[in-house]
């Protein structure tokens, strides 16, 4: 049972626009979740995270929203550029667990259109 | 510049092939990882270890089995290969309480 969900496996934008990503989570244990972009035959390299104590958190054009309540978060990408075209995972971990086991979403496609 | 490095970036291997992934890490980091990507499925964990010679099965390991010897090393092993597990192999590391992995390029594995 997959407990970090990305509903929607590709989404296209056109640059300059706003891109959003959204990520579902069950597990209520998680309590620091992740983004990662992903470019092809490449591995993921990290891009933005937040504590389930935080609702936002902000890093130049890219901003993460957290809904505990909802168990949702969101990524937004503004403005989206050509080079954000990628696969970007959203993770979900438990600190209190010692392995530090991340539960990745199955990722979203992002094509950004010039 | 901290770094995993896994070997091989391109294999292709043949069904029924012994396999080895390997995958070294510099940062002294004891919880190492291997994923395997595939479209629509996303990251699904193989195996971890958090300590030499320590591990744990992963949400799909079979057909998979690691080796951990040193703390900077942990080897992915496919014992008979087959060609459902043609894969990119991902392999991460992090501190105990770390709040991020850190991962290597992938290997782009084919088994024909």
């Known amino acids: 049972d997959q407990q970090v969900k990305q509903n929607s496996p590709s989404l296209s934008v056109q640059e300059g626009r706003i891109s959003i990503l959204n990520c579902d989570y069950t597990n209520s244990m998680f309590d620091y979740f992740l983004w990662y972009k992903k470019y092809p035959a490449e591995g993921p390299t990290f891009l933005i995270s937040i504590s389930s104590i935080k609702d936002k958190n902000e890093d130049g054009r890219f901003t993460v929203f957290l809904n505990k309540s909802a168990k949702h978060l969101s990524l937004h990408i503004v403005p989206s550029q050509p080079g954000d075209s990628a696969v970007y995972f959203c993770a979900a971990v438990n600190l209190g667990d010692n392995f530090n086991k991340f539960y990745f979403g199955s990722g979203t496609k992002l094509n950004v259109k010039p | 510049d901290v770094k995993v490095t896994q070997s091989s970036r391109y294999l292709v291997k043949r069904t029924g092939e012994k396999v080895f992934l390997e995958c070294v890490q510099d940062?002294?980091?004891?919880?190492m990882f291997w994923y395997r990507q595939d479209p629509g499925l996303g990251l699904r964990l193989i195996y971890f270890s958090y300590d030499v010679k320590m591990k744990e099965k992963g949400d799909i390991p079979e057909g998979y089995s690691v080796s951990r010897e040193k703390k900077e090393r942990f080897s992915l092993i496919l014992e008979s290969a087959s060609t459902n597990q043609t894969s990119m192999y991902l392999c991460?590391?992090?501190?105990?309480?770390?709040?991020?992995?850190?991962f290597g390029s992938g290997t782009r594995l084919t088994v024909v």
């Open positions: 940062m002294d980091h004891e919880n």
């Open positions: 991460a590391s992090t501190l105990p309480g770390g709040y991020g992995y850190t």
